[in-house]
Every structure is written in structure tokens, then in C-alpha cells.
């Protein structure tokens, strides 16, 4: 018997959707100024980056859409080290020109918080818009029915108060804290899945030259490295 599930699994075509609606969930945030301090040009180059890690999450990983496309999450899984995306320095380069250091500190940042455990990775969580409209609770909620039959604890980084009752609200559990720059925090957040059997959980070590990937919740938004 079949289960429809409240979301759909992108495709390659929907690649350009899901980064046009990373870009105009990150550009009004303070973090999202931080990064691309041009407003702008901020849409496109946040635009340009997220479209990277779209790619490579469609490649190592899962993403996903409401039916009616307002909202996205993409994922890794990281049963294993992933390698970084083809050529990435350089495309990073090239989608971020002058903000490019920004990126990598941010991602540098995240790096050394991760498990390092087996788990799947929600690097982006995009739905533009005001949170009473319910479409980053309704995506998460459905690409977490689809990340709980892989049996496997799911994890991700929240920027605000919000997103952490939202996490929460959703069955995760906050680890710790890392200051981004003077003015952004990053939450770490981890879940089990209703057939894991937790164990102690380990941070990967940093590195200068780690990507990074943009995830996002509502209007508000979390980065995330490989």
C-alpha cells in the first residue's frame, strides 16, 4: 500500500525554484545583510551559492518541496564523508565575487560543530514569508516523515528564537551554541528517529577550506558546512 506524503521529491528542474526561494528567504535577515551587504545585488548572489548546494544535495542527499511550491528543504546524507561539489572554490568564487570570505568564515563556523555520527543533514530549510502562514512547518514536517524511514537521527542550525520553538515543537532537541559574527548565533539542533537508539554524539574537527551549505527556516536562516 502506498502513502502519499505532504511533500514532493525535487528534480533537477526544480533546482532554480528551491534557490530563488533560499535567496528570498535569507535576504531580509540580518544575517543575510551580513553576508552580501549590497542589497541589491543580495538576491542573486545568495541565489547563485544556494544553487550549488542544491545541486549537490540532489547528488548526496534529498530535497524536497511543498505541492505547491512555496516552500523547500534540501538534505544530506551523511552516512559518510561527502565529498565538496565539483570545482567549488572556484564556483563559490564566481556566485559570491567580493563576499566570498564571509561564506567561508560562516562555514568554517558551523563546521566544527557537526556529529560526526551517522545522520541526515537538513542543510536547508526555505519558505519565504511570514511564519503564521504555516509553509516552514508544513515542509519540515513532511521532509522529516520522509527522513524517518532511513532510521537515522536527523540534525540542523537555527539563527532565532523562532526557529527554535519551531525545531522543537517538531521533536528536536537543542545541543549547543556558536557565535557567527558580533551579531548571529548559531543553534545546533538534533532528533532521533522513532527507531534510533541514541548514543553520545561528537563534533567533526573545522578547516579553512570546508564548504559551506545554506539552510534557511521561515524568515529567518541557518548555515551549514560539509
Do not use: K
Not at 551580513?34 to 551559492?49: C, I, T
Not at 564523508?81 to 563559490?92: F, H
Not at 514569508?129 to 509553509?135: C, D, S, W, Y
Amino acid at each position: 500500500m502506498s502513502v502519499t506524503m505532504p511533500v514532493v521529491r525535487a528534480r533537477w528542474c526544480d533546482i532554480a525554484r528551491i534557490a530563488d526561494l533560499a535567496a528570498e528567504t535569507l535576504a531580509p535577515t540580518p544575517l543575510g545583510a551580513w553576508l552580501v551587504s549590497d542589497e541589491q545585488h543580495r538576491p542573486s548572489v545568495l541565489a547563485a551559492v544556494a544553487r550549488i548546494w542544491i545541486e549537490h544535495a540532489l547528488l548526496f542527499g534529498d530535497a524536497f518541496l511543498l505541492p505547491d511550491g512555496t516552500a523547500a528543504t534540501a538534505w544530506f546524507h551523511r552516512y559518510r564523508p561527502i565529498p565538496p561539489p565539483a570545482r567549488y572554490m572556484d564556483r563559490l568564487a564566481a556566485a559570491s565575487g567580493a563576499y566570498q570570505d564571509r561564506f567561508l568564515r560562516l562555514g568554517q563556523a558551523l563546521a566544527a560543530r557537526r556529529p560526526i555520527e551517522p545522520h541526515n543533514h537538513l542543510a536547508l530549510l526555505a519558505a519565504p514569508g511570514p511564519a503564521e502562514r504555516g509553509h516552514a512547518a508544513a515542509v519540515l514536517a513532511g521532509a522529516q516523515q520522509w527522513m524517518d524511514t532511513l532510521s537515522l537521527p536527523t540534525y540542523a542550525e537555527v539563527f532565532t528564537a523562532a526557529n527554535l520553538d519551531l525545531f522543537r515543537q517538531h521533536g528536536y532537541t537543542h545541543r549547543d551554541s556558536v557565535p557567527v559574527d558580533d551579531h548571529t548565533t548559531a543553534h545546533s539542533m538534533w532528533r532521533l528517529s522513532p527507531v534510533w537508539r541514541g548514543r553520545p554524539i561528537r563534533n567533526a574537527r573545522s578547516s579553512m577550506r570546508r564548504p559551506f551549505v545554506l539552510a534557511l527556516n521561515g524568515p529567518s536562516t541557518r548555515w551549514a558546512t560539509d
